[in-house]
């Protein structure tokens, strides 16, 4: 008999300890749900500047800050940047000059130093080289 209530006594401290887990840490279920690089009709080019935005489902207070970085491009390997935090719309934002043509990943990672939180990525094709006026960009032949 004594040993029934230890087991049940087990589990229902095991069930509050997951509640308090659960209500402590919200931050462990965060996630970066989409990753959009704004495209024009012509397509992107180097040279000119496009809006790479993250959307998060945990304030970067709560789930760490945003990096959004490429992969695919003939430098390093990689390239990425601290992206800045919208709370109103839970997005992350950076402005992006492709410098290399060529298909690439855009990523975003989310997290805390020393604690991994999440990740997501969407490829793009820059198409050749262009001009960046200020208002447009002005594709080059």
């Not at 390997?77 to 290399?100: D, K, L």
Request: glycine share 12%; hydrophobic share 35%.
């Amino acid at each position: 008999m004594n040993i029934r209530i230890r087991r049940s006594g087990s589990l229902a401290m095991l069930g509050v300890g997951v509640w308090v887990t659960m209500m402590v840490a919200p931050s462990a279920n965060a996630a970066i749900t989409g990753v959009s690089v704004e495209q024009p009709a012509d397509g992107l080019r180097t040279g000119c500047s496009y809006t790479v935005t993250a959307t998060v489902d945990a304030p970067v207070s709560e789930a760490g800050e945003v990096t959004i970085g490429v992969t695919g491009v003939p430098t390093n390997g990689e390239e990425r940047w601290v992206a800045e935090y919208h709370p109103e719309s839970g997005t992350a934002t950076i402005s992006w000059t492709p410098t290399h043509t060529g298909r690439q990943n855009v990523f975003a990672q989310q997290f805390k130093p020393g604690q991994y939180t999440s990740a997501d990525y969407t490829t793009v094709d820059v198409v050749g080289n262009g001009v960046n006026t200020g208002s447009s960009c002005l594709p080059l032949p």
